[in-house]
T-cell receptor
Framework: DSGVTQTPKHLITATGQRVTLRCSPRSGDLSVYWYQQSLDQGLQFLIQYYNGEERAKGNILERFSAQQFPDLHSELNLSSLELGDSALYFC?????????????FGPGTRLTVL | SQQGEEDPQALSIQEGENATMNCSYKTSINNLQWYRQNSGRGLVHLILIRSNEREKHSGRLRVTLDTSKKSSSLLITASRAADTASYFC???????????FGAGTRLFVKA
């Protein structure tokens, strides 16, 4: 158990819908990272927050947004969903904001868009 | 394309054998990390090697880093069925702003 929690575990929804994925980092970790993992794209970095502020952006679509709250939990919002958004979405956390820090991954949310 | 590229894409061995996976990358790095992922689960950090280190050990794991060739290898000795997983290398590029994961090597260890 990494100490990172993600909810929900599974999500099935229809195209055009909007969903929110939630992540709670390990106690004491200030950084939260979001990743998308699909069969054809591998593990893609989406976005990082550090202590409530956006730190780095990766391959995140404009239809997706995220935020980190004062209690350091984070939410990833996916809107106007398409079939191709079906994937595993992972959250990871680390103590600091450096990308060299070890990241601790949550169990993931499996999103299926029908 | 990915900064880190693992090779081979898949590897199948018998229990007790050694497994070697390689990772190549494109730019200078601060460090390189190896992660393991069991099917459908989150990644688990295995080991970190810094750019000024050439070799590092952790239990049955041995990692080497050759910055002149921009490559790293992960050796798992005396493999076990429980080692069956995907293994990813992740680089922290100098001057970069994000850790970049490779596509992974899928390791199958047959009992």
């Amino acid at each position: 158990d990494s100490g990172v929690t993600q909810t929900p575990k599974h999500l099935i929804t229809a195209t055009g819908q909007r969903v929110t994925l939630r992540c709670s980092p390990r106690s004491g970790d200030l950084s939260v990272y979001w990743y998308q993992q699909s069969l054809d794209q591998g593990l893609q970095f989406l976005i990082q927050y550090y202590n409530g502020e956006e730190r780095a952006k990766g391959n995140i679509l404009e239809r997706f947004s995220a935020q980190q709250f004062p209690d350091l939990h984070s939410e990833l919002n996916l809107s106007s969903l398409e079939l191709g958004d079906s994937a595993l979405y992972f959250c990871a956390s680390s103590v600091g904001g450096s990308f060299g820090d070890t990241q601790y991954f949550g169990p993931g949310t499996r999103l299926t868009v029908l | 394309s990915q900064q880190g590229e693992e090779d081979p894409q898949a590897l199948s061995i018998q229990e007790g054998e050694n497994a070697t996976m390689n990772c190549s990358y494109k730019t200078s790095i601060n460090n390189l990390q190896w992660y393991r992922q069991n099917s459908g689960r989150g990644l688990v950090h295995l080991i970190l090697i810094r750019s000024n280190e050439r070799e590092k050990h952790s239990g049955r794991l041995r990692v080497t880093l050759d910055t002149s060739k921009k490559s790293s290898s992960l050796l798992i000795t005396a493999s076990r069925a429980a080692d069956t997983a995907s293994y990813f290398c992740a680089t922290d590029p100098t001057g970069g702003f994000k850790t970049i994961f490779g596509a992974g090597t899928r390791l199958f260890v047959k009992a």
